[in-house]
């Protein structure tokens, strides 16, 4: 039956319509047709084919013809986030040896300032250690991927990135002088770490197609030509990282894909040492490091999925030394740690919900967990730049709490909350429920469904309700709040996240049921979710817009190729939506990682046919389609631009319906979108106003 038209395409101008060039490529006895394969320019990373560009061109201005008749209900929503935004906001202030730190926002900046003052002093004495404002002047796009100060205070080396090609270049001022290094190194990832002396820093290369490979060192001075390498991966498949431990006296260098990760230990005070392997990679073994008197505090998962915490003396980190200290519980899901100098810092998840655990170090592994009262919320880690520290600061927030900034004495049990997110146009919490649900899915799972409404706005005889979901990678969507959510609530709609399988949200068996051959689970889960929601009385078929991004973005793309009735709009941020010829694609930096997740089309002819059979790109067919809204980014190396752009050209030939479908593609940014805090909220208006179209005018407000 073909769907009710829901937002129209305007008669003029005319939806761009892309060429057809087909291309047939083999594989596995199987033949795919793409038409529209010509749209990956050859040259990516650049892009500068006439052709291409003209399309995504094209594009854009029927984005901004269709939406011009909207852009009063742009601005407005644009107004509303605004107010929420404290324009003078700033962090609370937090100790780093002999100096206290605070990023601030001015009112109109784009971007922060970083300051520092002695903290046996006052803020009177305040030094600007890093300008952003600054630095982005005549950027088009800016981030600031690092920013690390020497252990003797004397130096800040960053990282930017200026295009949104997440490739950062790296610079150092000095602070007693406020004057640049000669120095610039480019092509890094975000992420610095100096030396104990401060002598020098080392750093993550990435190549030319953007994957992180080499750990470098750069003492200062030295021509960075010829700096030290420090560990090269070659395995394609594995990304590298660095961090520090707690402690500071280690640098942790990882290697690692979606289900293995592998790690070594250097010496900070000895940066012209070899890096200790502390547990060589085996498929499947995800462990993680931390340092603390004379121990590591390794968490692994060699025997249970939701892993353990073992310790091994820090000058034998072998396997053969691990003794348990935390072991792995049914229901119990260790999600991260911190090593302080009297206490381990356990973030846990149980029944699907946060949990923060402080363990002291003593005989006995005295233990206890901060209480939270909410029915569903989310807590972790905050700031704790100090090691040896009584008091630790977590971040907590639901769906109707904004978020808190609170420090907690692991001694007194005492809470002090240093900061709530201000609202400064007005928020009441009372206005608003949260509710926590449980959906059945079809093979009988129950899926987890966190829901906000507003009580005095919400219509329970017409809903309307926005679904969200990710359900990719183990990285589950906690029940956060969202200023900008509120100008959904206040018109009233429910809004509500799927917590799905192929997230982590009730532990990494809820991972595993949704990855690789059981991908469909995901998919099933969502539209299973929204069924579920209506028949609670939350929604109805066709009064439902969904949104998701990135790999968010295969599950709308899927869930619209599924169930395309049920759904009155949908927001494809950056989509991965063209999984089976990306996944065929070895080329591409972050395809031999990704096999592990979505599985090897190339070698595994059962992983060829699974893909193909959910891939969004490869299953359009000439069915209705609810009105879409698609973004992408030109400079984006983790969603390449033309997966949404293939998506939208294809889509626009075969569906059977007139409702608009729109790309919008950041010709000057990446995966995240724009820059700048006041940009981010004008796309999220712009998202929010198709969204508020679609049911108009019921909606529009």
């Not at 003052?117 to 600007?128: I, L, R, S, T, V």
């Not at 309700?465 to 183990?474: M, P, Q, R, S, V």
Request: glycine share 8%.
């Amino acid at each position: 039956m073909a769907q009710t038209t829901r937002l129209p395409a305007p008669a003029d101008p005319q939806p761009p319509q892309a060429a057809r060039r087909p291309q047939r490529t083999t594989h596995h006895g199987q033949t795919l047709e793409d038409d529209y394969a010509w749209l990956k320019d050859p040259a990516y990373p650049e892009v500068t084919d006439p052709d291409v560009l003209a399309y995504l061109e094209a594009e854009n201005r029927y984005f901004e013809a269709v939406m011009a008749p909207h852009a009063p209900l742009v601005e407005t929503l644009y107004e509303e986030m605004k107010g929420r935004l404290k324009e003078d906001d700033a962090a609370v202030p937090w100790r780093d040896g002999a100096w206290m730190y605070q990023w601030r926002f001015e009112v109109g900046a784009q971007y922060l300032r970083w300051y520092r003052w002695p903290a046996d002093g006052d803020a009177g004495d305040e030094q600007c250690i890093l300008d952003e404002v600054a630095l982005s002047e005549g950027n088009s796009f800016f981030r600031l991927g690092a920013l690390a100060i020497s252990p003797d205070g004397r130096r800040a080396a960053y990282a930017c990135d200026f295009n949104g090609d997440e490739r950062f270049t790296v610079q150092v001022r000095d602070l007693d002088t406020d004057t640049l290094h000669d120095l610039t190194i480019e092509g890094t990832v975000g992420r610095l770490i100096w030396d104990a002396a401060g002598d020098g820093f080392f750093y993550v290369e990435v190549t030319e197609n953007w994957r992180p490979y080499r750990v470098r060192y750069h003492r200062l001075g030295d021509d960075p030509a010829a700096d030290r390498t420090v560990y090269e991966e070659k395995d394609g498949a594995f990304f590298v990282g660095i961090d520090r431990t707690r402690s500071r006296r280690f640098l942790v260098i990882t290697a690692g894909d979606h289900v293995t990760q592998e790690a070594r230990v250097l010496r900070l005070d000895a940066p012209d040492g070899e890096p200790v392997l502390v547990a060589p990679r085996r498929r499947g073994h995800e462990y993680y490091v931390d340092h603390g008197e004379g121990r590591f505090f390794i968490r692994t998962n060699d025997r249970d999925a939701d892993f353990r915490i073992v310790a091994a003396p820090e000058d034998h980190p072998q396997e053969t030394h691990w003794q348990e200290l935390v072991p792995a519980e049914p229901g119990l899901y260790i999600t991260g740690h911190a090593v302080f100098k009297r206490f381990l810092v356990l973030e846990e998840r149980v029944d699907g919900l946060d949990q923060i655990r402080i363990r002291f170090h003593g005989e006995d592994g005295e233990s206890h967990r901060i209480a939270f009262d909410e029915e569903a919320y989310a807590a972790e880690l905050g700031r704790n730049a100090e090691y040896d520290a009584d008091t630790i600061r977590f971040v907590y927030e639901s769906m109707v709490t904004p978020d808190s900034i609170i420090d907690y004495s692991v001694d007194t049990r005492a809470r002090q909350v240093r900061k709530v997110r201000a609202i400064p146009s007005g928020y009441d919490p009372a206005l608003y429920e949260t509710r926590r649900l449980h959906a059945r899915a079809r093979d009988g799972a129950m899926v987890p469904v966190s829901l906000v409404y507003r009580k005095d706005c919400y219509n329970a005889d017409a809903p309307r309700l926005h679904l969200t979901g990710y359900g990719a990678y183990g990285l589950g969507t906690p029940p956060f709040f969202s200023p900008a959510r509120l100008s959904l609530l206040d018109r009233g709609f429910a809004v509500a996240i799927a917590h799905i399988r192929g997230g982590d949200e009730l532990g990494r068996a809820w991972y595993l049921a949704g990855k690789l051959n059981r991908r469909t689970n995901t998919f099933n889960d969502f539209e299973d979710a929204a069924r579920a929601l209506i028949k609670a009385g939350w929604a109805r078929d066709g009064r439902i817009s969904i949104s998701g991004g990135s790999a968010g973005g295969t599950l709308i793309g899927a869930a619209v190729n599924q169930a395309p009735d049920l759904w009155r709009a949908a927001v494809l941020h950056v989509p991965f939506v063209d999984v089976l010829n990306t996944m065929l694609d070895a080329e591409l930096p972050l395809t031999p990682i990704e096999w592990p997740e979505w599985g090897n089309p190339i070698d595994d002819a059962r992983a060829f046919e699974t893909i193909r059979a959910y891939s969004p790109y490869d299953q359009i067919r000439a069915q209705a389609y609810p009105p879409m809204l698609v973004t992408a980014g030109i400079s984006d190396p983790r969603v390449t631009y033309w997966e949404p752009a293939k998506w939208t050209a294809k889509l626009r030939a075969l569906k059977a319906d007139d409702n608009a479908v729109l790309l919008k593609t950041n010709m000057d940014a990446g995966h995240g979108g724009k820059s700048g805090r006041y940009e981010r909220l004008r796309e999220s208006a712009e998202e929010y106003a198709f969204i508020l179209t679609a049911f108009a005018p019921e909606a529009s407000g």
